[in-house]
Antibody
Framework: QVTLKESGPGMLQPSKTLSLTCSFS??????????VSWIRQPSGKSLEWLAA???????YYNPSLKSRLTVSKDTSNTQVFLKITSVDIADTATYYC???????????WGQGVMVTVSS | DIVLTQSPALAVSLGQRATISCRAS??????????MHWYQQKPGEQPKLLIY???NLASGIPVRFSGSGSGTDFTLTINPVQADDIATYYC?????????FGSGTKLEIK
């Protein structure tokens, strides 16, 4: 059974660094073709793809945010991390991690973690 | 970036057909694939994959959902619409990075 679950701080202040963790089970990120991606959704708005990391450690970023994003994974291939630097109110959203098998669509998603940026 | 345009809302009667469209700002098709995918999202839930590569039904999805299209114009059809289908539907392209999503179409009951 494939599951993904996001965790994060809930709330943080502007200009801080947001750190998110995606913990998953039921698959291995070391499997060829496997990718875990981060996608966010402000309340009432659409989805925005942020970043991804693949089985080989290659990283992919949305150019619009690339300078502020860092995606990484742990050595056991059971967690993926996302850091966003210099957050502001516009980064308030629900953040999802999702699995990609071999093509760039997402067959499993986490439940999402809500992050609020506020002073 | 490839921009995907969807109508904001669609109202249909239960038991009728719903047709949700997505238009891309440039072709998302290759010689082998139509790289458009559809998701359903209910309030407070994560998106769920319905259709991949324009017309392939994802695992566990009822056959009343279907997809079609190529190039820049794609359609998600729900026939017949059931009460459980009330949700927002998003298209997503994977022709090029960055991946982009449409703005979503909210399906409402007439």
């Amino acid at each position: 059974q494939v599951t993904l679950k996001e965790s994060g701080p809930g709330m943080l202040q502007p200009s801080k660094t947001l750190s998110l963790t995606c913990s998953f089970s039921g698959f291995s990120l070391s499997t060829s073709g496997m990718v875990v991606s981060w996608i966010r959704q402000p309340s009432g708005k659409s989805l925005e793809w942020l970043a991804a990391i693949d089985w080989d450690g290659d990283k992919y970023y949305n150019p619009s945010l690339k300078s502020r994003l860092t995606v990484s994974k742990d050595t056991s291939n059971t967690q993926v991390f996302l850091k966003i630097t210099s957050v502001d109110i516009a980064d308030t959203a629900t953040y999802y991690c999702a699995r990609r098998l071999t093509m760039w669509y997402f067959d499993y998603w986490g439940q999402g973690v809500m992050v609020t940026v506020s002073s | 970036d490839i921009v995907l345009t969807q109508s904001p809302a669609l109202a249909v009667s239960l038991g009728q057909r719903a047709t949700i469209s997505c238009r891309a700002s440039q072709s998302v098709s290759t010689s082998s694939y139509n790289l458009m995918h559809w998701y359903q999202q209910k309030p407070g839930e994560q998106p769920k994959l319905l259709i991949y590569d324009a017309s392939n039904l994802a695992s566990g999805i009822p056959v009343r959902f279907s997809g079609s299209g190529s190039g820049t114009d794609f359609t998600l059809t729900i026939n017949p619409v059931q009460a459980d289908d009330i949700a927002t539907y998003y298209c997503q392209q994977s022709r090029e990075l960055p991946l982009t999503f449409g703005s979503g179409t909210k399906l409402e009951i007439k």
